[in-house]
């Protein structure tokens, strides 16, 4: 066989990213609760700006995302300079990872951790250290027993997807407290708007305080903008030097950068959908456990259930009777939880489908 172009030989590790499935049609209604997209769509007042942005398609976008990171600032308190903006905040994970990881190094997710993390240092050609969790929880101990010379970053989703568990602030400053100082801590902060804990914080203090600690958010899940790709990171000003040196030029496209502006001034959208969401999200949680199902104390925008592990009423079993009958939900098999499944948190007739599918499936 003649000589082909080789990739790069670490890219034969990397498992693609599966993403949650379309609903499938059924003739009536179908549902897609399987990627944590916001139940009540996006905000009127982003659609109306996207509607405009149609006049502007020609214009490049303005590759500093100033405006956008004027209006990210002044919502959150922060300096405009140590922010920086991606095509998701998946793009601001590659960037990490092509800024600082490279063969030879490590970076360190737990168990059941935000695939992404995983692929990005594969990809860099670095290796993932996985460490066990406790309870579907991180594990602070155990990270910071991980530890070696080589590790460059410490990924922690809090909430983390898809188990929707947290760790306390008090324990994110003690991981912090027991990393190396050259060890980069990134806490992804997706699911940051949903907690209602006391005990929580996302950790913007402690990216403002240290100058290894990036906090990243996106506006894919409250804000309802997932199909526009635009997620934010905070940082001290030499990772944000370090960023600006990989990052395309024009990597936040033009109606991005408008609309997201747009969601982040909608506060009248944004309590809707936070109220919708602790009303179905309890909800949704105590349903699934009256079915007889256990189910994981998560605090996101979605409810992971564990199956029985006989034939019949399996997790595997279930995820194809609903998705046959218009209701697609998250298969966990790639998170090494194939006994659960993932429920987004989703209109109240979407949830009441998946409910009534769930009941029958369980011959409940
Ligand atoms: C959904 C999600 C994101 C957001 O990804 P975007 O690229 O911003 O859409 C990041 N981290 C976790 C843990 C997520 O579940």
């Not at 004027?70 to 800024?99: C, Q, T, W, Y």
């Not at 101990?141 to 983390?160: F, G, Q």
Request: aromatic fraction near 8%; charged fraction near 20%; hydrophobic fraction near 45%.
């Amino acid at each position: 066989m003649t000589d082909r172009p080789k990739p790069l030989p670490q890219l034969a590790g990397v498992n693609a990213y599966v993403p949650g499935e379309a609903p499938k049609y059924t003739g009536g209604p179908s549902y897609k609760l399987a990627s944590n997209e916001n139940p009540l769509g996006a905000s009127p007042k982003a659609k109306a700006v996207h509607v405009e942005m149609a006049g502007k398609l020609d214009i490049y976008p303005d590759g500093t995302a100033k405006d956008l990171k004027a209006a990210i600032a002044k919502k959150h308190g922060l300096d405009p300079n140590r922010l920086v903006v991606g095509a998701g905040s998946d793009e601001i994970f590659l960037m990490l990872g092509r800024a600082y990881l490279g063969p030879g190094d490590e970076s360190i997710c737990t168990a059941h951790a935000f695939a992404i993390y995983a692929i990005i240092a594969q990809q860099q050609g670095s290796t993932v250290v996985e460490v066990a969790e406790k309870s579907f929880t991180a594990d602070v101990d155990a990270i910071l027993a991980a530890v070696t010379p080589r590790t460059k970053i410490v990924w922690l989703a809090n909430p983390n997807n898809p188990t929707g568990t947290y760790l306390p602030y008090d324990e994110v400053k003690r991981l912090h407290a027991g990393l190396p100082s050259n060890v980069l801590l990134v806490l992804d902060g997706a699911y940051a708007e949903f907690v209602r804990k006391n005990d929580y914080a996302s950790g913007i203090e402690l990216a403002s305080q240290f100058e290894n600690v990036m906090m990243t958010r996106t506006f894919s899940k409250l804000y309802g903008l997932a199909g526009l790709r635009v997620g934010w990171g905070y940082a001290p000003a030499h990772i944000v030097d370090a960023i600006e040196r990989v990052r395309m030029p024009f990597n936040v496209n033009l109606a991005a950068q408008a609309v997201a502006i747009a969601a982040l001034e909608d506060e009248a959208f944004v309590e809707a959908s936070l109220a919708h969401n602790d009303r179905e999200l309890v909800r949704l949680a105590g349903e699934l456990r009256a079915l007889g199902l256990d189910v994981i104390d998560g605090v996101g925008n979605f409810c992971v259930a564990k199956f029985p592990e006989t034939k019949g009423k399996t997790a595997a079993e279930a995820l194809a009777y609903m998705k046959e009958r218009g209701v697609t939900v998250r298969g966990l098999g790639g998170y090494k939880m194939p006994n659960h499944l993932r429920v987004s948190v989703g209109t109240v007739e979407a949830n009441n489908a998946a409910l009534k599918l769930l009941k029958e499936f369980l011959g409940k």
